[in-house]
């Protein structure tokens, strides 16, 4: 047992170890002779205008770091979408914070990065918290406007959030620091407050070379929309200064002086540490995910003494309900258990599978929990809903569907930890990212994808040697196993958690042992948003 611990433990420090150095190289952005070019224009990165920022005493959870992984190779790629951002503490109150990578393209927006800021907007509006942009952009990157301008989740819908948190009475402040251009220097203007930087920072719908080629009028950038020129002529910006450094010190200013907002409440008590030592998280899941391991030891790594109530524990047993307290937060957990499990009619269930009771007992649960208004935790490690005609003939649709029903409506808040597999529905049953959790993060040991990559593979396969065969091409065994081997590892690829990172369907890969931080870090964040629907399911599957 000691054994086979240490070899879970290898398994899962090494792939950690291979997320840190892909971070690492990531926090590189556009590269080294890039970030040397900044600092000789008396410019910080944009990691480290979020360091000055930030109060340092406080965690920064950074949120799309993988994002435009591997992605984008012909265009040079796109390091964390040309974004740092994150949620921070400044002044002592927790904030959104983006910044424009100036290294990575001159800041130009790639699709990703369209979709990363309307990320972190979201956040900051289902959470009610300040944000703050730090604008260093060359603005839309052009030789791929068709993915990044038109659309109702493109570039322009950026603004319409500024709009829409306004009227929501979300701060939201803006420091332009670089370059502000063409569609983008809406984003500054329709903030609350513009700060700019003398010398660097400008704003204009149009650089000089186009209002050259446009009007045929020649000026100079800093004449056509520095800082001087906004804040003395136009009147569109509010404050400059004459370094970043002054500039994030009266940010840091700002935000000290912003009134108290009304809460959640949700329930919060002193809290304990594990009595497991979260270390052991390490050790838990098999190598490869490929054998039975007990949930509740995950569990017992993450709540507050260890504590776990579970709710109706005999019953529908390859889903984990209960009670816990993570850093004090009262929560309610949904987890899929992969032990092979024994109902009381002596019926064998296989483990990461959810069968009629076990959704039946998860929708009851959540609604539960709604009822009491209590965040939810979804802890996935799950293959799908059961299959075959007992199944069937049982209507595990239907109960899935009042699982699915019940995780559509909540209107606590969520949050999704992918541990091992997320297959097919029961991605959506466990509130996957189409089921809008506040925050959803994937251990370095997650898979996402419609179905196991053995099963996909083979049933590829299948589709490919029939469409040959239909051709009049014959296939050997061996050709066969050829393109087996390689439909796998295409599909394997895809359903890493880098893969599912660069498109943002999780917000992060984190370390397992930073789950309980970054659940606490969720809920305290939620915990702003006083304004919490009725909660109602609609029409429920019986």
């Known amino acids: 047992m000691k054994h086979q611990f240490n070899r879970n433990e290898d398994w899962m420090k090494l792939a950690v170890s291979q997320v840190r150095s892909r971070f690492e190289q990531i926090c590189q952005g556009g590269g080294k002779k890039a970030i040397a070019r900044q600092a000789e224009r008396n410019k910080l990165t944009a990691r480290e205008r979020i360091a000055y920022l930030c109060d340092s005493d406080q965690p920064f959870h950074e949120i799309g770091a993988f994002a435009g992984y591997d992605m984008y190779e012909a265009e040079g790629g796109c390091p964390a979408g040309g974004t740092v951002a994150g949620i921070g503490y400044i002044s002592g109150r927790q904030c959104v914070v983006v910044a424009n990578d100036q290294t990575v393209k001159a800041g130009a927006w790639f699709p990703i990065t369209g979709k990363k800021n309307l990320r ?38 950026i603004f319409r959030n500024n709009a829409r948190m306004s009227a929501m009475g979300i701060t939201q402040i803006a420091a332009v620091m670089g370059a502000c251009v063409a569609g983008g220097a809406y984003l500054p203007i329709m903030s609350d407050e513009t700060l700019m930087v003398e010398g660097n920072g400008s704003i204009f719908l149009a650089g000089p070379y186009l209002v050259k080629a446009a009007i045929g009028e020649e000026v100079d950038a800093e004449t056509l929309g520095g800082a001087e020129t906004h804040n003395a002529i136009s009147g569109i910006a509010d404050y400059k200064f004459s370094n970043e450094q002054e500039c994030l010190d009266h940010i840091k200013k700002m935000v000290s002086k912003l009134g108290p907002q009304a809460l959640a409440g949700f329930n ?57 307290r993570i850093d004090g937060w009262a929560v309610g957990i949904v987890a899929n258990q992969r032990l092979v499990c024994k109902t009381k009619k002596g019926e064998m269930q296989l483990g990461g599978v959810i069968y009629n009771d076990s959704a039946d007992k998860a929708a009851r649960f959540i609604l539960n929990c709604n009822q009491k208004k209590i965040p939810l935790v979804f802890l996935q490690d799950v293959t799908g809903f059961m299959v075959g005609s007992r199944s069937e003939h049982s209507g595990i649709i239907k109960d899935g569907a ?62 490919q040697v029939a469409a040959m065969k239909q051709q009049g091409k014959e296939i050997s065994s061996e050709e066969e196993q050829q393109l087996l081997q390689t439909i796998k ?25 930073q789950t309980r931080e970054l659940i606490a870090a969720g809920i305290h964040a939620a915990n702003h948003n006083a304004v919490i629907d009725e909660f109602k399911t609609g029409v429920f599957q019986v």
């Not at 039975?292 to 504590?307: K, L, N, W």
């Not at 599909?491 to 992060?508: F, G, K």
Request: charged share 20%.
């Open 120 to 157: 972190l907007q979201e956040i900051a509006m289902e959470n009610r918290l300040p944000i703050i942009y730090l604008v260093d952009s060359a603005g839309v990157f052009l030789p791929m406007q068709d993915e990044i301008f038109p659309d109702k989740e493109h570039f322009g819908r």
């Open 489 to 513: 590892d295409r599909y394997e690829s895809q359903t890493s958690p880098y893969y599912a990172a660069a498109r943002l369907w999780v917000d992060d890969i984190i370390d397992p042992i």
């Open 402 to 463: 009042k699982l699915v029903n019940a995780v559509a409506n909540s209107i606590v808040p969520k949050i999704t930890i992918i541990i091992g597999n997320s297959y097919g529905a029961g991605n959506y049953a466990m509130c996957g990212k189409a089921y809008d959790p506040r925050f959803i993060y994937a251990w370095p040991s997650a898979r996402i994808a419609v179905m196991g990559g053995e099963q996909a593979a083979k049933t590829l396969l299948q589709i």
């Open 268 to 324: 919060r008590t002193t809290a304990l540490p594990p009595k497991k030592d979260p270390a052991h998280l390490y050790g838990i899941i098999p190598e490869g995910n490929l054998r039975p391991y007990d949930m509740r030891e995950i569990i017992a790594c993450i709540t507050d003494d260890s504590v776990f109530e579970e709710f109706k524990q005999e019953y529908g047993q390859t889903i984990l309900c209960g009670y816990a």
